[in-house]
């Protein structure tokens, strides 16, 4: 079955990582900018890897007939430092018209400090300003519930906010519920020493339904299987879920929230 990773960090990966992902059915990824484990001392930094993001990494995963596309950001991890987010944030719509990048990401909290959500609101307006689809990031562990309330509230005091146009990822248990009701469409990340297993993923998809839930890897330089989705699609059939049920989740719950960007396009579906 063809899937879709909605958020995975391939600068850290190798080549054979892209070729078993394509192996195991993966048709495109999308890759929001994230945090390299270290902070970077300037904006020039940030150049570089924008170029990486929509430059060299599209051309790598097509040799392996996977699409890729990108979201851009300065990462909430380094959102304190104020300066710099600055002037990354004034350099960012030099990107935005790149014919692979789908909008801002992945945004949000960190430590859920002032400074952060100063930054995050920066990078809201500046999606607001350019009518760029978001992606957010929520805090870990025991930041995650009120990083998400504060996350959710933000989005909703701006009147331009269509929440159907923001994925809020990394949800969990305790979070799932507010960013439905909300009305946003909501990630569960398949991640083995944080966030989600493939497991409770699925008892969360039971519980509230298939609809604006999206599954991802999120795999990065740290602990992480690229293919992790596939590890979710088993699980689901061994618990005798429909495949129409398990393709929803994978591909066609992607390609519906991806679709509002008028440069997706994926197995001749996409932007109308």
């Not at 990048?101 to 400074?115: A, F, H, S, Y």
């Not at 990822?169 to 979070?175: L, Q």
């Not at 398949?190 to 966030?195: M, N, R, V």
């Amino acid at each position: 079955m063809r899937y879709i990773d909605i958020h995975a960090h391939m600068v850290s990966r190798t080549t054979d990582d892209y070729q078993q992902m394509a192996l195991t059915g993966c048709v495109a990824v999308t890759e929001p900018a994230f945090w390299p484990g270290f902070d970077r001392m300037s904006a020039d930094g940030f150049e570089d890897y924008f170029r990486h993001l929509t430059d060299f990494e599209p051309q790598r995963a097509a040799k392996y007939g996977i699409q890729h596309y990108t979201w851009l950001c300065l990462n909430p991890k380094e959102g304190d430092n104020r300066p710099l987010a600055r002037d990354v944030l004034a350099r960012l719509p030099n990107y935005l018209d790149c014919p692979t990048v789908l909008g801002i990401g992945e945004i949000g909290l960190n430590k859920n400090t002032r400074n952060e959500l100063t930054t995050f609101r920066d990078h809201v307006e500046l999606a607001l300003q350019h009518h760029q689809m978001i992606l957010i990031h929520t805090p870990h562990l025991e930041d995650k519930y009120k990083g998400t309330a504060l996350i959710i509230e933000t989005l909703l005091s701006y009147r331009g906010i269509d929440p159907r146009r923001v994925l809020i990822d990394h949800a969990e248990e305790h979070t799932l519920e507010m960013i439905l009701t909300n009305g946003f469409w909501a990630g569960l990340t398949l991640y083995p020493t944080s966030k989600s297993s493939p497991q409770r993923a699925v008892d969360m998809i039971e519980m509230y339904g298939p609809e604006r839930i999206c599954v991802s890897s999120a795999c990065d330089w740290g602990p992480s299987v690229p293919v992790a989705v596939p590890h979710l699609m088993l699980e689901m059939r061994r618990r005798g879920h429909p495949e129409a049920l398990i393709q929803k989740i994978v591909y066609e719950g992607p390609i519906a929230f991806l679709s509002q960007s008028p440069k997706f396009r994926v197995d001749g579906r996409g932007a109308q």
